[in-house]
């Protein structure tokens, strides 16, 4: 009986149709494509990150440490071993040469990401080759911009709310506030670059509160999803002793694979939550279900 009254409700019929959705728009090949790309920029986009660092006061210890919530380990001491190795002389070559990298290699994974929404909402790519490059570009630029103001929300805004919480004679309880805050920020950032993602890479015109939702989502699953992964690894799985000594990079790949279905599982969302709510005719229609 509890079984049918599931089966009726609306919750049910709405995951059955995503489902439905995510199988038809094959949505775990087209993570793997842009895992591809991902892995071939993660590495020169950590390098312009860190060398930019490396020209503030900020620490690079800050991103790693911040990484080391959401990585495996074994993943975060291979980045670390690789990336602090490189950027020890301070280049500005390699500072050049990482950006470009990051951002060609990047941008095919941004322009997969745009065939994927576009899938999703039934919307066939009418920008020209220029133009579509012009807004992967853009859109990894701007996402680069967001990591590097994360970084430094997390240093200044520490020392700013240490000084308004000493004007209004409260330190006692900065550090309980802070320890909050410290994680909400970077949660914001994402939450705020998604919606970003969202409204630009479709080929249609879309507003933000039209993409909310699936940016809510990836970002409240992305962060369960990579706390759990990482703790999996960590603690039960053995990349290591089956993969020897590439096993962290097994785990990056795993990572990576998993936050890109999650992004697209975003898009599909805000797709599916559009055609529920379409109601304007001479707005372009969405793909049904």
């Not at 576009?118 to 967001?146: C, D, Q, V, W």
């Not at 409240?220 to 999803?225: E, G, H, R, S, V």
């Not at 096993?247 to 992004?263: D, E, F, R």
């Amino acid at each position: 009986m509890r079984l049918e009254k599931l089966r009726q409700s609306k919750a049910y019929e709405y995951t059955k149709k995503l489902l439905a959705r995510l199988k038809e728009d094959a949505l775990p090949d087209l993570s793997a494509q842009i895992t591809y790309y991902l892995i071939l920029s993660f590495f020169p986009f950590l390098l312009f990150i860190i060398n930019i660092i490396s020209y503030t006061s900020l620490s690079q210890d800050i991103l790693f440490a911040n990484f080391s919530t959401f990585l495996p380990s074994e993943t975060g001491e291979l980045l670390k071993k690789i990336l602090v190795h490189t950027v020890e002389a301070k280049s500005a070559f390699i500072l050049v040469l990482s950006l470009l990298a990051a951002l060609w290699s990047s941008s095919r994974g941004i322009a997969a990401i745009m065939k994927g929404v576009n899938k999703a909402y039934g919307s066939n790519e009418k920008r020209g080759f220029i133009k579509l490059r012009a807004t992967a570009l853009f859109a990894t630029f701007g996402f680069s911009l967001l990591i590097i103001t994360a970084l430094f929300s997390l240093v200044l805004g520490e020392v700013i709310g240490k000084y308004i919480f000493g004007l209004i004679h409260a330190q006692s309880i900065f550090p309980i506030v802070w320890s909050i805050s410290r994680y909400i920020i970077p949660l914001l950032l994402m939450f705020v670059s998604l919606m970003l993602l969202y409204t630009v890479l479709p080929d249609r015109k879309l507003t933000f509160k039209e993409v909310w939702p699936g940016a809510l989502f990836a970002t409240l699953t992305w962060i369960i999803a990579s706390v759990l992964f990482s703790f999996y690894v960590n603690n039960f799985a053995a990349y290591e002793k089956v993969y020897g000594s590439i096993g962290g990079v097994i785990a990056l790949l795993v990572w990576l694979y998993t936050s890109t279905l999650i992004i697209l599982l975003g898009g599909e969302i805000n797709a599916f939550h559009l055609y529920l709510h379409h109601e304007d005719p001479e707005e372009e229609p969405v793909r049904k279900p």
